[in-house]
């Protein structure tokens, strides 16, 4: 077990805070009383050849016919119907929420795109609750309610998405407070939980990759990556790096050799089926920071780059998801995390390296990190016999010579 080193304590106190959930969520189906601090999100479609044209959900019909058509008539005197990703604030048009937010669905009945391989209507569902949510608790919304609108796992994922906010690093009178969301008007709680612990996964996600890189640094990344998944039943596993040494992950190490923050590889396992089943295997890139290296980037560039550790950041999350979910298949996460800085030791550009797989590379531009490590983690990802491999972050430029989809073509393997 790696024996940390140095972890600033203030990163381990402002980290363990995403532990914590955020999110209050309460079920109901009948709202009585009033409250200066109480929202509900409605649903309207719109047609997008005709901007006055619109069809209100069920839900919202019926509160428009509470209201005496208040709603309906404050849409009308507006002008225009929100589209989608649009809302509108209705304010004292119901007796029993102050503020009522029209959010737009887009087109009724979108169905399914085939092109995309996503549920368009649950989408649709996923941005307007996102939208209407935020829009209510820039107000100061401290309680929002939010009706299915045909989905209440999407509805409870959009809500979650959008109160969400970065603010760790604020003082706590600085803070905006995250209200608590509920739904309205649907039995299907089951599906309202679903969608919270997706959205959980995903907030838990922008959180890791927001966090600055002085905090959250490799050694940092991999002891947040203990302390949330330990107690979520999945295994975390960290190597430092004399193990990658002996494991031959040379172009891993390459790319963070300029760094006086030490490499650390990560390996999660989560286990929802027979052990010996072959396993899905997630790979995210984990550089706590990119300054490009010898190939050094300009800081309009650099000031944005503690966010390439957004793909280990995905994958924490995704395993945290399938545990709480208890997703009936084997999945492996592979983290490699370093940091990408100028030295004394840093790679240059010229330098051959042997990778994992034997092959040597010649690095033509030492920003190309991303590669590098990639190379290495899907070389080492494969002692899983794995069905499929994802790979997730922020890879830039031509990753296709990295992956090797030819190579791995004359395989026979399936690639997409």
């Known amino acids: 077990m790696l024996a940390f080193q140095k972890i600033i304590p203030e990163a381990l106190k402002r980290v363990s805070k995403i532990q914590t959930p955020y999110l209050q969520f309460k079920r109901t189906q009948v709202c009585v009383g009033h409250s200066q601090e109480k929202g509900i999100i409605l649903g309207v479609y719109s047609d997008p050849d005709d901007v006055k044209g619109a069809s209100f959900t069920q839900t919202a019909l019926d509160f428009d016919k509470e209201s005496g058509g208040k709603m309906s008539h404050a849409l009308h005197v507006a002008g225009t119907i929100p589209k989608l990703g649009e809302y509108r604030l209705l304010l004292e048009t119901h007796p029993g929420f102050s503020v009522v937010a029209m959010a737009g669905l887009g087109p009724e009945c979108v169905g399914y795109n085939e092109v995309e391989d996503m549920d368009e209507e649950k989408e649709n569902i996923r941005i307007a609750t996102s939208v209407g949510a935020r829009g209510l608790q820039n107000i100061g919304i401290r309680s929002i309610m939010t009706e299915s609108m045909g989905s209440a796992e999407s509805a409870a994922e959009g809500t979650a998405l959008g109160v969400w906010v970065?603010?760790?690093?604020?003082?706590?009178?600085?803070?905006?407070?995250?209200?608590?969301?509920?739904?309205?008007?649907?039995?299907?709680?089951?599906?309202?939980?679903?969608?919270?612990?997706?959205?959980?996964?995903?907030?838990?996600?922008?959180?890791?990759?927001?966090?600055?890189?002085?905090?959250?640094?490799?050694?940092?990344?991999?002891q947040s990556s203990v302390d949330i998944l330990a107690k979520a039943g999945v295994s975390v596993e960290v190597k430092v790096k004399a193990w990658a040494k002996i494991m031959d992950l040379n172009a891993f190490l390459a790319a963070g050799s300029?760094?006086?923050?030490?490499?650390?590889?990560?390996?999660?396992?989560?286990?929802?089926?027979?052990?010996?089943?072959?396993?899905?295997?997630?790979?995210?890139?984990?550089?706590?920071?990119?300054?490009?290296?010898?190939?050094?980037?300009?800081?309009?560039?650099?000031?944005?780059?503690?966010?390439?550790?957004?793909g280990a950041a995905v994958v924490v999350g995704a395993m945290r998801a399938a545990s709480a979910l208890n997703l009936p298949m084997n999945i492996r996460g592979i983290i490699p995390l370093t940091e990408n800085m100028?030295?004394?030791?840093?790679?240059?550009?010229?330098?051959?390296?042997?990778?994992?797989?034997?092959?040597?590379?010649?690095?033509?531009?030492?920003?190309?990190?991303?590669?590098l490590m990639l190379a290495d983690a899907m070389t080492y990802a494969g002692i899983y016999n794995p069905k499929a491999i994802i790979s997730i972050g922020s890879h830039f430029g031509n990753t296709t010579t990295a992956k090797c989809w030819r190579l791995m073509w004359q395989t026979q393997a399936t690639t997409t």
């Open 166 to 222: 970065f603010q760790e690093m604020k003082e706590v009178k600085r803070q905006i407070p995250i209200p608590g969301i509920g739904l309205y008007d649907s039995c299907d709680y089951t599906g309202w939980q679903i969608g919270l612990q997706k959205a959980s996964a995903q907030n838990l996600a922008r959180q890791l990759s927001e966090i600055p890189s002085n905090i959250l640094t490799p050694i940092g990344f991999a």
């Open 258 to 310: 300029g760094s006086c923050e030490p490499p650390v590889f990560v390996e999660l396992s989560y286990y929802g089926c027979e052990p010996d089943t072959p396993p899905l295997v997630l790979i995210g890139k984990g550089v706590t920071f990119n300054s490009g290296g010898l190939c050094l980037k300009t800081c309009e560039e650099q000031k944005d780059m503690r966010g390439d550790k957004s």
């Open 342 to 371: 100028p030295g004394p030791c840093a790679v240059k550009p010229g330098d051959v390296i042997r990778s994992k797989s034997g092959k040597t590379i010649v690095v033509e531009d030492t920003d190309f990190d991303g590669r």
